[in-house]
DNA sequence: CACGGGATGCACTGGTGAGTGCAATTGTTG
DNA sequence: CAACAATTGCACTCACCAGTGCATCCCGTG
């Protein structure tokens, strides 16, 4: 009944994974409270006896999905700034470029930020252990990671700022988080056009705010 | 046993007062699914059969209050708007008072931002038209309200822009949106100074971005 | 003082869900 | 084939909770 793959080849031992999976898609659907074993065993095509077997209780699969989420995106986050930030070819386009893949994987991956949306319900609730990986794994750590390459871009004349995490937090703040609050994290997506809109607009005035006085600044709003 | 004042006075008969205001509590400590009536009929010192005199259900009840909360804090940024920026003396200072302000409601008000987070936990099981009077006429409305501000601002000639809500909208990203965003929407409360220097460089730049080229712009972060 | 409406306490139904115990089964390995 | 571990199905306990029905009580009003 398994898929096809016999547990032989590396990685989690197959069940393991599909419990994973069925848990991150009804956790993020249902939130923590609503959630039942009994349905994410239907999902993962698993005994609810076996989800006891993988984890100590509901508690515990959800922080260890939680938390396997949010590096999951920091790695995804962490491809695309070597993509696009890596080597800079037009800072706006590249930076536009880069914006846009990250905001983008906010509505391709919906059973993830379904999961953030309810890890912030569950904030207050969460250990402190978890809360300290979730900032120091998950989304809050995005600008964190992006700084060095911002402080690479300002080393070769193309940005000019004082503190690079500032500046990567405000890029930040200028595009991802500008799209994320307005679309809920993802629960009622922006058009596609209102978000190249406004992923544009936002690292224009990044440029704006940054850019050394060489290259004449785009336009205005 | 009830409070003091009888429900002689105008608003609402007393006993719906106390169940609302409970159950804003509550509903924002445990979230919707956690959160039990009779918890919510302890706290407002009601039998839990009053809750359905005045509610039709649990469903409704949380409805209620989230909108009520909604119109609440519109009508407090509403105040806030008036008293900082109807007359403008000095434009950074005024803008950064506002803003302040508006940024240390979100740890005053510890109660009604715990029920965003549990609201946003739930937009996806919301019905429409309580997410469109949500959109409408809480927290998502904030930039459509200050826009006719900053506009009078504008026409001053103390600000520059094509698009007022936009401008709004830019603004509000760059202080009061990063403070949320970074503290969980309250959940994990920014050190005050932390605050202060997040919505003064969020002003400054700001300005940076709008303010016409006369009076020599602050200097970068 | 009699009346009536809201408030109260309480017991009860029906439903759901976390977590457990166990015996039977399946797949893997030597 | 035999031994072993993981998996499964199922029944069961315990607890919680939304919502209801009802008899009682407390209140201000007429």
């Given at each position: 009944?398994?898929?096809?793959?016999?547990?032989?080849?590396?990685?989690?031992?197959?069940k393991?994974?599909?419990?994973?999976?069925?848990?991150?898609?009804?956790?993020?659907?249902?939130?923590?409270?609503r959630?039942?074993?009994?349905?994410?065993?239907?999902?993962?095509?698993?005994?609810?006896?076996?989800?006891?077997?993988?984890?100590?209780g509901?508690?515990?699969?959800?922080?260890?999905?939680?938390?396997?989420?949010?590096?999951?995106?920091t790695?995804?986050?962490?491809?695309?700034m070597?993509?696009?930030?890596?080597?800079?070819?037009?800072?706006?386009?590249?930076?536009?470029?880069?914006?846009l893949?990250?905001?983008?994987?906010?509505?391709?991956?919906?059973?993830?930020?379904a999961?953030?949306?309810?890890?912030?319900?569950?904030?207050?609730?969460?250990?402190?252990a978890v809360?300290?990986?979730?900032?120091?794994?998950?989304?809050?750590?995005?600008?964190?990671?992006?700084?060095?390459?911002?402080q690479?871009?300002?080393d070769?004349?193309?940005?000019?700022?004082?503190?690079?995490?500032?500046?990567?937090?405000?890029?930040?703040?200028?595009?991802?988080?500008?799209?994320?609050?307005?679309?809920?994290?993802?629960?009622?997506?922006?058009?596609?056009?209102?978000?190249e809109?406004?992923?544009?607009?936002?690292?224009?005035?990044f440029?704006?705010?940054?850019?050394?006085?060489?290259?004449?600044?785009?336009?205005?709003?």
């Amino acid at each position: 009944m398994p898929g096809a793959v016999p547990s032989a080849s590396g990685g989690l031992p197959d069940k393991r994974r599909a419990i994973s999976q069925a848990a991150r898609r009804v956790f993020g659907r249902e939130g923590y409270a609503r959630a039942s074993l009994d349905v994410i065993a239907a999902e993962a095509n698993v005994a609810k006896r076996t989800i006891y077997n993988h984890y100590a209780g509901k508690e515990q699969l959800f922080l260890s999905v939680a938390i396997e989420g949010a590096d999951a995106v920091t790695e995804a986050v962490r491809v695309l700034m070597e993509r696009h930030l890596r080597k800079i070819v037009d800072l706006e386009e590249d930076l536009i470029a880069f914006c846009l893949d990250r905001a983008k994987a906010v509505t391709e991956f919906p059973d993830h930020f379904a999961l953030v949306r309810t890890i912030h319900a569950e904030v207050t609730r969460l250990p402190d252990a978890v809360l300290e990986r979730w900032t120091a794994h998950g989304p809050p750590s995005a600008h964190k990671r992006l700084a060095p390459y911002l402080q690479k871009i300002a080393d070769r004349g193309l940005l000019e700022f004082d503190d690079a995490e500032k500046a990567a937090n405000r890029l930040n703040t200028l595009t991802t988080n500008d799209v994320l609050i307005r679309s809920f994290y993802g629960a009622v997506p922006l058009p596609e056009p209102v978000v190249e809109e406004t992923i544009t607009e936002g690292v224009q005035a990044f440029l704006r705010l940054y850019a050394p006085p060489s290259a004449a600044p785009h336009q205005q709003n």
